[in-house]
């Protein structure tokens, strides 16, 4: 198995441009999240899908940020109008329940730097 | 905002000593993770333990969990430099949602 494929793995732009991050999940895993990771705040998780459907997103910051999951395989987060504090890494990770815990596996990451 | 906090925040030591990090958090859960980081890399799942388990083992891992202390502690023996990583614990309060905490930064000394 490939394991969790995100892409880019790094970008770096503009203030003001949008940002699109990819990401396709573990085939079989019915769970995706998205997690954003920086020093000041840690992991922190934006939000999460169930079968292709958002369950949680009381993590994303704010408009500016939106998710979608228009099918199994695939995933997007984009940030529009990206801005400086954005800069981070954001993680996809996939899961699939298995009684009483879920193992959610990672990405490698995207590296996003917004100047 | 953070269920679990990892203590210390960074720890380093010799090659072939034990490590120790502690995990603590607020909520009920119903069990508790522990992944490892490498720099540059996605998190990876070392052991899971859940609520009704005190002790659990996955080569040289040991994991503990009290529930009543709200803590859980990761020990790796007999150190590597291979584990030089940062150390996660995250907790799951139900459904699939889990909750990491800020990390320890463990350093092996050769």
């Known amino acids: 198995d490939a394991g969790v494929i995100q892409s880019p793995r790094h970008e770096v732009t503009e203030m003001g441009q949008e940002v699109t991050l990819r990401c396709k999940p573990i085939?079989?895993?019915?769970?995706l999240f998205w997690y954003r990771q920086t020093m000041m705040r840690g992991l922190e998780l934006l939000i999460y899908?169930?079968?292709?459907?958002?369950?949680?997103d009381s993590g994303m910051p704010e408009d500016r940020f939106s998710a979608k999951m228009p099918n199994a395989s695939f995933s997007t987060l984009k940030i529009q109008p990206s801005e400086p504090r954005d800069s981070a890494v954001y993680f996809c990770?996939?899961?699939?329940?298995?009684?009483?815990?879920?193992?959610?596996?990672f990405g490698e990451g995207s590296w996003l730097t917004v100047v | 905002s953070q269920q679990g906090e990892e203590d210390p925040q960074a720890l380093s030591i010799q090659e072939g000593e034990n490590a120790t990090m502690n995990c603590s958090y607020k909520?009920?859960?119903?069990?508790l993770q522990w992944y490892r980081q490498n720099s540059g890399r996605g998190l990876v799942h070392l052991i899971l333990?859940?609520?009704?388990?005190r002790e659990k083992h996955s080569g040289r891992l040991r994991v503990t969990l009290d529930t009543s202390k709200k803590s859980s502690s990761l020990l790796i023996t007999a150190s590597r430099a291979a584990d030089t990583a940062s150390y996660f614990c995250?907790?799951?309060?139900?459904?699939?949602?889990?909750?990491f905490g800020q990390g320890t930064r463990l350093t092996i000394n050769p």
């Open positions: 333990i859940r609520s009704n388990e």
């Open positions: 995250a907790t799951s309060q139900g459904a699939q949602k889990l909750v």
């Open positions: 990770a996939s899961s699939f329940l298995q009684g009483s815990g879920n193992t959610i596996y």
């Open positions: 909520t009920s859960i119903n069990n």
């Open positions: 085939s079989g895993h019915d769970y």
């Open positions: 899908f169930n079968n292709n459907v958002p369950i949680d």
